[in-house]
């Protein structure tokens, strides 16, 4: 799990320039596959198993895309001025490091501020690729790139600049892989452009028509020093959503993962979480409504170049994954 | 007959907060059964009652579209037997310190809503209002058994009764939006010894107030030709203008602006002219804050009429509404659905719409 997790966040897939995360994601799982799809936005869409009696059409989705940085302008002198693709936070910025999807490196900093108590505007910084002119800047206007930060293994839990979402990635992957058998038919959906406005999912969800919707995604937590009031933590098993500010969860669906999950004997939490969304919400919205709920993977940092999961939350979410798609799904 | 008081007070004593509608959903279903054909549920919990048409072959359809939720709270968090809330809905956060609320864990609870008393509390935020995570609830209930009875997730509702105030209004928690399912509901009885020439579906949606998702999902079931949505507006009072107000007790008002098609404000001017009813007109420049948001812009695309009944004291425990402005937008719908004929579409819109 691990391996695979640092895999897949060791690709460069900032919104819209999902290609290369998309083409590591497809290799993984078409041995388990039955169909693979890849629609005009560049959704992957990997299909397995047919509906049998009592059987739904479910999605389970994870977005693939992460934050990251495009250039909006190259100045005399050769520095970068950038915008942000996805929340890229501003008191993440200074000093961090990126990388183009050209393979050109730099590092980001700020002019000088009247007051260092302060945190820095997007526009008030830039990126220094080691370039003194436009001439020979090796970026131009819409080029982008990715936060640079090697993945650590600190034993269960683990960094890297992009847990969001690749960690929820490798969840599915990994239950694609253990999947043995499910009265379903699975439509695994890998979204993209979730980080600018949760575009990807709204278009597939569409496509894909589902009974039943399942976006796993990551969740903040509340167990840091002086963390804003949340009940998730760090290693207390897979987080069951029961809203965001974004969306509220089907009551039923809610139900039927925390009754599956107790039932199982899984490590689990229930969320409530006050600022962010998912896929669940456009997914909610499709056609004349789907009933959906959400599966979200506890971590800290989000949308830094830093952020931490635990690998034991993300193996407590496989399982209850395969719980709940591997058999009949009763919603009451 | 339907009483509307009695009725109104029946729906304004339940919960049915956003996302969780099925405890209001049942009275209504119990009084729309017999005023239309079919009743169902969709897909998102949306109750839908449709009156066929009286004509055979092909004929249009009109969605009118009230939502039945309602604002509340959530449990987020347990804290040495204080509970932490999130709001569902928009709240108003300054009046809701030392309101009674009914907490709904494995029974029901009576709760307050509190705060650290003002001398207590930082300086630089004395006298401020409170932000939603200052807040919390006080079940009286000691530590161990809070955890046992109240879980994350469970519903708070507002526990503020209903009350018939002087001069035929009546207040209560939820007015926003059950007096205009109240007013939906006077319509679909007055109709019932009408043919009519278009199917009518009265849909009572839900999460209005949070996502208007079940709106979004029931126009694009239902497909309807055109769309009237009934939701409350802000009512005058002392310290607002005139232009963001609408006097209570002077009748519905239309909405006019980029939401609502012009055409079809227009047609709602002219019949309440025609009927002598009192009514305003509504401006609304960007967008209507209502159903009407989700429906425009669904399918191929839905003109909607928005019809607003004024309403005091909006998204607090306590609103109040007159309730003859109810009885009028009733018969203002009733009046809508009965004169719809089978070119009412060119009519309205056109040759463009036919």
Redesign the interface.
Known sequence: MKELIQKLCEISGPSGYENNIREAIKKEVTPYADSIEVDPLGNLMVRKGKKTEGGLRILISAHMDEIGVIVTHVEKTGFVRFGNLGAAFPWYLPASRVLFLNGTRGVINSEPREDNTKVSTIDQSYIDVGASSPEDCPVKIGDVGVFERPFMDMGTRVASKAMDNRSSCAVLIETLRQLKKSPHELVFLFSVQEEVGIRGAVTASYAIDPDLGIAVDVTSV?DTPSA????VGLGKGAAIK??DS???C??RV?RWMRETAEKASIPHQ?E?L?QGSTDA?VI????????TGAISIPCRYVHSPSEVVDVKDLESSVQLLLKLIGGPVQLK | MIDLSTFLKEMISLPGL???ESPVREPIARTWQPLVDELSV???GSLHGLRRANVKGDHHSVLIATHMDAIGL?V??LDDGLL?V?S?GGLDLRILVGQMVTVHGKRELPGILQMIPDRLQDKSKAGSPPG??DLFIDTGLPINEVSDLV???DLVSFATPPQEMSGGALAGHSLDNRASVAALTLCLEEIRKFNLAWDVWAVATT?EE??L??A???A??IKPDIAVVVDVTFAKGPGVTDYHTFAAGKGPTIGVGSNMHPALGKYFKTLADEMDLPYAMEYMPKSSGTDAMAIQVSEEGIPCAVLGIPLRYMHTPLEMVVLKDIQRTGRLLARFITQLETDTMEKIFGERKA
């Open positions: 509340g804003k009031q949340m009940e029961i809203r974004g969306m509220l089907d009551p809610v229930m409530i006050r919400y909610q919205t499709s056609r004349s409504g789907v009933p | 956003s996302g969780y969709s897909k998102l959530m987020a968090g932490r999130m569902i939603i995570t879980k994350l997730g999460q949070e996502t998702v079940g979004r999902t029931s694009y079931e």
